[in-house]
């Protein structure tokens, strides 16, 4: 495969994912596997919660496809599988360490787009049930909570 397709397959690899984390975040984590979700939603005891268990199963996903598509030849797998990982590592530093500040970096900053991400993430966790939350994407902010932020900046 030729370098440019070897790259757009990483590129698809990781935008896809954001499509698959926000509906895995809205009908998974908020539905049927609730149970492992709702320790994100709760203040936390320690480093670790079992939320995290998600980011495990995704990295298996993520290193399934890479190990399957480089058994022979390098192929469309392994590629996918770096986007996956890829985007992994963005959703850990956005999320677990821009977002929630599990490591203690990053705490302040004047740019709109990170700050509209931190305000969605707080209101979707205003919510500590189940039911009733919005702002279910990782990477990607609603355009209404960004404006607010442009706006703030002009």
Do not use: C
């Not at 935008?15 to 908020?30: D, N, P, Q, R, V």
């Amino acid at each position: 495969m030729s370098l440019v397709i070897n790259i757009l397959i990483v590129l698809l690899g990781f935008s896809l994912m954001e499509g698959m984390a926000w509906f895995t975040h809205k009908y998974i984590m908020h539905g049927f596997m609730w149970r492992w979700h709702k320790s994100h939603h709760e203040p936390r005891a320690g480093k670790f919660e079992k939320n995290d268990l998600f980011g495990i199963v995704f990295a298996f996903v993520s290193a399934g496809l890479i190990i399957s598509g480089s058994l022979k030849e390098l192929d469309w797998r392994f590629f996918l599988g770096i986007g996956i990982l890829l985007y992994g590592i963005a959703y850990f530093l956005v999320h677990d360490v821009f977002v929630h500040q599990r490591l203690p970096i990053l705490k302040k900053t004047n740019n709109a787009y990170f700050q509209a991400m931190r305000f969605a993430h707080k209101i979707h966790h205003k919510v500590t049930t189940k039911e009733g939350a919005e702002a279910f994407g990782f990477l990607f902010v609603n355009k209404k909570y960004l404006d607010k932020f442009k706006k703030k900046q002009k």
